[in-house]
């Protein structure tokens, strides 16, 4: 019913402000979880058999993307229209605002939006209480953590760690986005010698959350769809160097090809949705040859049908991540893309 309906709640939802527009959507989702009601509202997906990746067993390959729920207090929510497993965050280990609004602008023509958030979020200890708060979601919650704006890049893996030990006890994989265009000087980190330090530190204070624990939180990081083949190259050896548990391909594009003709082009921020396809799909492709087996991919970036998630899979994703997309189509992407007989 839900699938049926979403066309005409879309129609409303983008008269208004987008950001008001999404903090609503969130109340709503929320709101009919609560009374009971969102699952008779949503379609059924086609069964699926669960997939073993990065040492966890997902209920199905497709999650919710890092952006979409920053605080973690949709988790039922989200889980009950059908994804296996949601990211929540960027996380940061003090709540911030994020950049001022304006911040979030649509283009509808090509199912694309552009956003400079800037990590708008509770921080660490108000996500976890968030996630907490779950009943229902019986999938994989991933963290997906940052820095604060504030931080200088000297001082970032101060940042990542406080994350990672608080994010520890309830994630089942934290992801290290260093990736975000919207956080100044934060891809810097990206680069080949920060990147190996930043891994080789996280390591090793994970070898002790382990021990200490007695379980094991997989480490992913997220990359930018702008990376050269040089890069790729590089950050691969890393990787397998480092025993990086996943890679989630890719985030947002400072570029903006298939949109330059649009009055809003010229917003600060990344661009996702439908332009992106293409160049997260290369991504993930030139990845996979450099990684193969060793480390999953988790494909993010402009899928919006159920093609674009066989694509994904087809360059060598093993997981699959929506956004924008289901944004603009709504929950019945997601049964699209699960009942799809491939992948």
Known sequence: ??????????RLLFRLNAERAHHWSLAALRTAERLGILSRLTGRSRAREPIECMGLTFPNYLGLAAGLDKEGNAVDAFGRLGFG????????????????TPRLFRLPEHEAIINRMGFNNPGIAGGVANVRKSKTFRGIIGFNIGK??????????DDYLTCLRGAWPVADYIAVNLSSPNTPGLRDL???DAAARLLERLQRERAVLQRESGRNVPLALKVAPDLGEKDIRGLSKIFLAEGLDGLIATNTTITRTGVAAHPLQGEA?????????????EVIAAFHAELGSKVPIIGVGGIVSAADARAKMDAGATLLQLYTG???????????????PKP
């Open 269 to 281: 921020g990344g661009l996702s949705g439908a332009p992106l396809a293409a160049a997260s799909t």
């Open 1 to 10: 019913m839900l699938d049926r309906t979403y066309p005409l709640a879309r």
């Open 190 to 192: 990206q680069k080949a």
């Open 326 to 340: 289901f944004i603009y189509r709504g929950p019945r992407l997601i049964h699209d893309i699960l009942n799809n």
């Open 85 to 100: 497993f949601i990211e929540i965050g960027t996380i940061t280990p003090r709540p911030q605002d994020g950049n001022p």
């Open 148 to 157: 604060n704006k504030d931080t200088p890049n000297e001082q970032a893996i």
